[in-house]
Nanobody, 127 residues
Framework: QLQLVESGGGLVQPGGSLRLSCAASGFTLDAYTIGWFRQAPGKEREGVGI?????????TYVDSVKDRFTVSRDNAKNTVYLQMNNMKPEDTAVYYCAATVTLGHKPACASGLYHIWGQGTQVTVSS
């Protein structure tokens, strides 16, 4: 069974940091592009990933997280990470990772392209 499991969520104060992990089981991540998506309270899950990373290490970020979030991957551990720094209350959401077969160096980040999804992890930014 192909699975992704997110971890690392929690409560953090504004300006703080968290690192999310996305671990794969049942398949190896090295041929896959991984995207991070989020769903804020009372809203639908965003249709474009906040950050995505291709199997060759190409990455993208939406403007709202650029220079604060960093995506990385460790294929030996079959895990992708999202380091979140200088967090803001508007980052509060359930965060999901998802996988799709890599199409190119620059990752495609539209949610409709992704077919393996994790269950999500809650991130709350509040004082």
């Amino acid at each position: 069974q192909l699975q992704l499991v997110e971890s690392g969520g929690g409560l953090v104060q504004p300006g703080g940091s968290l690192r999310l992990s996305c671990a794969a089981s049942g398949f190896t991540l090295d041929a896959y592009t991984i995207g991070w998506f989020r769903q804020a309270p009372g809203k639908e899950r965003e249709g474009v990933g906040i950050s995505c990373i291709s199997s060759s290490g190409g990455s993208t970020y939406v403007d709202s997280v650029k220079d604060r979030f960093t995506v990385s991957r460790d294929n030996a551990k079959n895990t992708v990470y999202l380091q979140m720094n200088n967090m803001k209350p508007e980052d509060t959401a359930v965060y999901y990772c998802a996988a799709t077969v890599t199409l190119g160096h620059k990752p495609a980040c539209a949610s409709g392209l992704y077919h393996i999804w994790g269950q999500g992890t809650q991130v709350t930014v509040s004082s």
